[in-house]
């Protein structure tokens, strides 16, 4: 499968190039990052420590995408919405590892997989999705005695909070409530909040260090507290989730698809 990757500058986009050099089936085709970066033109592969490739880094999409089957895509809300239209365009699958997607934007990501194979994920590892599964069904499970806080903590850089695995985390425990998280969402508390409101789906946030990604999602309850844990020790869990992801909506018809798909969890 020819895949291209974008962001090539970041953390991540380097983790892909080597998730893509690494698995067998998969060629990298290529590799992007925005106008006026500073690794333009550099090698890829040299780019991502694995030695020299042949594919230097571009701005220029079109023909990329034109002659690939899959994107990779762990940037920024703007530049994936534009990839997902150029994907539509291409027929190609997008795999969008991006947070931080607004209303707006995950409507026309939504619209690009009328004619784009799109997986979308708050995040692509094998246990965060487990996780998701799990607390679905504990929230399905408990009634609303049990409280419900989503605890999340990432390395210092990270820019939005809270992060998109907390909100996948979340999702799937107002999914198993039968409620909708913007409803019953709590993200701040400050000063003088008042109790507790009963149902609601709280979030706490934590920044600094290095550290690569920490959830929990904590059932409190009388006299008895749940707590399931996710620590990501390593990004490449997330690179070789999206390799996964793509290859797996290779053959698929175009439309939307989740993390839940591609283990066969939905």
């Not at 701005?59 to 990329?64: F, I, Q, T, V």
């Not at 210092?156 to 996948?168: F, I, Q, Y």
């Not at 600094?208 to 920490?214: I, L």
């Amino acid at each position: 499968m020819k895949l291209v990757v974008a962001g090539a500058e970041g953390r991540m986009g380097r983790m892909l190039i080597r998730a893509v050099a690494e698995t067998e089936g998969c060629i990298l085709a290529g590799v992007l990052d925005r106008e006026g970066s500073a690794v333009l033109g550099q090698d890829a592969g040299l780019l991502a420590g694995i030695g020299e490739t042949g594919v230097k880094v571009s701005d220029d999409p079109l023909p990329l995408l034109a002659a690939a089957e899959g994107l990779l895509d762990f940037t920024a809300p703007a530049a994936t919405v534009a990839y997902a239209a150029l994907a539509a365009q291409a027929r190609i699958v997008h795999v969008i590892g991006t947070t931080g997607l607004s209303a707006e934007d995950l409507r026309k990501i939504e619209a690009a997989s009328y004619h784009a194979r799109i997986v979308r994920s708050g995040n692509m590892s094998l246990g965060v999705n487990l996780l998701a599964g799990i607390a679905r069904k504990v929230a399905a499970t408990l009634g609303e005695e049990f409280d419900i806080e989503v605890l999340e903590m990432h390395h210092r850089m990270k820019v939005d909070a809270p992060s998109g695995t907390a909100l996948l985390l979340g999702e799937a425990a107002a999914e198993g409530r039968g409620v909708a998280l913007a409803e019953r969402r709590v993200s701040t508390r400050d000063g003088h909040t008042g109790a507790r409101r009963p149902g609601d789906i709280g979030f706490a946030t934590l920044r600094g260090g290095s550290v690569v990604g920490d959830h929990s999602v904590i059932f409190a309850g009388p006299s008895e507290r749940i707590t399931l844990s996710h620590h990501a020790e390593d990004r490449a869990i997330f690179a070789r989730g999206a390799v996964r992801a793509a290859r797996w909506a290779f053959d698929k018809p175009p439309g939307l698809y989740g993390m839940d798909d591609v283990l066969g969890l939905a």
